[in-house]
């Protein structure tokens, strides 16, 4: 049977919270430009992380622990980034290689003590963490978290949840905000990221920055 990220690969979708109105304002809060070398954790069918380097000319590298999603982002042919299979929780990157890294609906799936302190560990000293990820606006039972985990393999944390884990490794100067997404909004968003990804580029939480 497949599995959530093997369906995804195979349709050559993926998506997260808040679309690309969310990725732009992570890119802000972390202050990208074109001098900036940004890792992409977690980067999926490309889309975003395509989108990154033609929002601000910084130069992207995405990974990815699943060969099939790779392969996906490679075939649109890019050659300004570099897509490579990675694991979030031991980065194959030397320490203070990128000025900012960018995981979005990414972070949720891993163990996150473990990926972001290799994100920190990764980052140059003043370079930026921006993390867009599920969160839980209240404290649901445990049947509610189980169930999430066991369908799509997501553990969400808290809004404090995630802070901890940002000062635990090491990140200051730390600011979020979190925001309610609408079905509907939400469905728009990834009709908007859908049709990036079916045109090829003739074509969304947390929304956090943490400063090493
Ligand atoms: C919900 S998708 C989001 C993809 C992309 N960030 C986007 O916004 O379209 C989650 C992605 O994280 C990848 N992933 C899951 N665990 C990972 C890990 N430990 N290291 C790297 N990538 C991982 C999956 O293969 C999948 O492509």
């Not at 099939?68 to 929780?89: C, S, W």
């Not at 940002?166 to 905000?177: C, H, Q, R, V, W």
Request: with cysteine; charged share 25%.
């Amino acid at each position: 049977m497949y599995g959530y990220f093997e369906i995804q690969a195979k349709i050559g979708i993926t998506k997260h919270m808040g679309g690309l109105e969310a990725t732009k304002k992570l890119l802000d809060l972390c202050k990208v430009d074109e001098s900036d070398q940004v890792l992409v954790v977690g980067s999926g069918n490309g889309v975003s992380a395509i989108k990154i380097h033609q929002f601000t000319g910084c130069k992207v590298t995405g990974i990815d622990i699943s060969e099939d999603m790779v392969k996906r982002a490679r075939e649109k042919q890019n050659p300004e980034i570099e897509f490579l299979v990675g694991n979030a929780e031991n980065l194959n990157f030397p320490n203070e290689t990128f000025d900012a890294v960018i995981s979005e609906s990414v972070t949720g799936f891993t163990n996150k003590a473990i990926s972001i302190s290799e994100y920190y560990r990764v980052l140059k000293v003043g370079g930026y963490l921006g993390l867009n990820e599920v969160t839980w606006m209240f404290n649901p039972f445990s049947e509610i978290k189980n169930n999430y985990q066991n369908f799509m393999g997501i553990k969400p944390e808290s809004r404090e949840g995630w802070l901890s884990f940002l000062e635990k490794a090491g990140f200051k100067d730390i600011t979020s905000s979190v925001y309610a997404m609408s079905p509907w909004k939400q469905f728009m968003e990834d009709l908007e990221l859908k049709a990036w990804s079916f045109s090829e580029f003739g074509v969304d939480s947390l929304n956090c920055n943490s400063k090493k």
